[in-house]
């Protein structure tokens, strides 16, 4: 079972159920069915924070990823702890769909690329 925990402290609206569902499309079709995400959406100075702190780029952006087991062998007892998707509404404004659909493909181990790009076209 895939369980999203979402936190908006953004300010903004967010369409929260239509965030869930992409995030568990992309999910599902990259044949990951069980794991716990967790998506925030974040105002922008928060977001040039977070880049700030674990990228060094003193900059706000639309997508940070932050990824725990991915795909990782795990016992058969652990819950998949997939990671985080962290979002800034006020950058990405209603195209939030691609940066989210990037986000949980970089929790699931993908690079900046042609695979990428074709993958996120694939899903939005």
Same mark, same amino acid.
């Given at each position: ?11 903004? !609206?967010? *369409? ?5 569902? $992409?995030?568990?499309?992309? $999910?599902?079709? *990259?044949?990951? %069915? ?10 922008? !100075? *928060?977001?040039? %924070? ?7 780029? +003193?900059?706000?952006? +639309? ?5 725990? +087991?991915?795909?990782? %062998?795990? &016992?058969?007892?652990? &819950? ?8 800034? &509404? ?20 993908? %690079?900046?690329?042609?695979?990428? !790009?074709?993958? *996120?076209?694939?899903?939005?």
């Amino acid at each position: 079972m895939l369980s999203v925990e979402v936190d908006n402290r953004s300010g903004a !609206e967010i *369409e929260e159920s239509a965030a869930v569902e $992409l995030a568990c499309r992309v $999910l599902r079709g *990259e044949g990951v %069915d069980a794991g716990e995400l967790g998506l925030a959406f974040v105002a922008p !100075e *928060e977001m040039r %924070d977070l880049k700030r702190e674990h990228l060094g780029i +003193d900059e706000s952006t +639309d997508v940070l990823s932050f990824p725990i +087991d991915g795909r990782d %062998d795990l &016992p058969p007892c652990m &819950p998949r702890a997939l990671g985080d998707v962290i979002i800034c &509404p006020q950058v990405v404004g209603d195209q939030w769909r691609r940066p989210l659909t990037h986000g949980v493909l970089h929790l699931l181990g993908f %690079d900046h690329g042609d695979e990428m !790009e074709a993958r *996120e076209a694939a899903y939005t």
